[in-house]
């Protein structure tokens, strides 16, 4: 009676059971898996609506900026500012710009490019306490020479005698 109630209807790719029961028949993962691109990773893009933004890879090498927040926030809060303040068709029209003057003649635009021009959109709109949320501005480090204090000048000695 199991084996009755189990039984796969005749359709391939999923299966349906007697009470509606779906069922991936043996061997469906590895046919997916062998679908999945796995080449050389040479190409990346931003999508929006219907405009792609092909992007350079970044360097594998170079370290984050520290601060920095990573593409996809900084282009979600931008995107979600600008809808808030009615202004997202500017930056559907800075995009445009942006693909009319590729960085390379495949199309590719950098990084950085893509984000400054974030930033020139976001600005033009928000406030600078927003735009500060958005682009955090890059911290400074100080140097460690200048806040060590010169030795033994200026200093008492412990051995000295200042009493009667």
Avoid: C
Avoid at 67 to 95: N, Q, R
Avoid at 121 to 134: G, K, N, R, S, Y
Wanted: positive net charge.
């Amino acid at each position: 009676l199991k084996s009755f109630l189990a039984r796969p209807s005749v359709r391939s790719g999923t299966g349906t059971t007697q009470f509606g029961r779906h069922f991936r028949p043996a061997g469906a993962g590895r046919r997916a898996a062998a679908m999945l691109n796995r080449g050389p990773a040479t190409w990346r893009e931003w999508r929006f609506g219907n405009q792609v933004v092909p992007l350079y890879l970044p360097d594998p090498k170079a370290v984050p900026k520290e601060g920095e927040k990573p593409l996809s926030e900084v282009a979600h809060l931008s995107i979600t500012a600008l809808k808030s303040k009615g202004a997202l068709p500017s930056l559907t029209e800075a995009i445009e710009g942006l693909l009319k003057a590729p960085d390379s003649p495949g199309g590719r635009v950098q990084e950085d490019r893509f984000r400054a021009t974030l930033k020139k959109v976001v600005a033009a709109v928000l406030v600078p306490d927003e735009l500060e949320d958005i682009f955090p501005t890059p911290v400074m480090e100080m140097s460690g020479t200048a806040s060590r204090r010169p030795s033994k000048i200026g200093r008492k000695g412990s051995k000295e005698f200042t009493g009667a």
